[in-house]
C-alpha cells in the first residue's frame, strides 16, 4: 500500500471547504478540490459529535481504507477532505466504500 500525500495544514482545509465542490451522503461528507501538485492529498476529519475518540479514530480509520481502496479510480491532481458523520463509526467498511465511490461519482471524479 503506497503512502498518500496528507493535508495537515488548517488553511489547506479550509480552502477545501471554501473553494472545493461537495457531496454529503447519511455516512460521510466529500469534499474535493483541484490542487498543483499533480497528486491527490488526502484529509480526514471526525469532530466529537461523532463519539469519543475510540469511535472518532475508527471512522477515520475505515474512511482511510476507503479512499487507499478507490485512489486507483480517481481522477488526479485533487485535495479530498472527508468528513465522518455519526454514523460512520458504526457502518462496515463496505457501505463507507460505497458511500465514496458514489460521491465521488456524482462529483465527477471517477475515471
Known amino acids: 500500500m503506497a503512502k498518500i500525500q496528507t493535508l495537515t495544514l488548517n488553511k489547506e482545509f479550509k480552502r477545501a471547504y471554501y473553494r472545493g465542490r461537495s457531496f454529503a451522503t447519511p455516512v460521510l461528507v466529500v469534499y474535493a478540490l483541484k490542487n498543483r501538485s499533480g497528486e491527490n492529498r488526502l484529509g480526514l476529519t471526525a469532530t466529537k459529535k461523532v463519539g469519543k475518540a ?35 463509526a458504526f457502518v462496515s467498511m463496505q457501505q463507507v466504500l460505497e458511500a465514496l465511490r458514489r460521491a465521488c461519482e456524482k462529483l465527477g471524479l471517477l475515471r
Do not use: P, S
Open 54 to 88: 475510540v469511535k472518532r479514530n475508527r471512522a477515520r480509520r475505515v474512511m482511510r481504507e476507503a479512499f487507499y481502496l478507490i485512489e486507483q479510480e480517481l481522477a488526479q491532481g485533487y485535495d479530498f477532505v472527508l468528513v465522518a458523520r455519526v454514523r460512520t
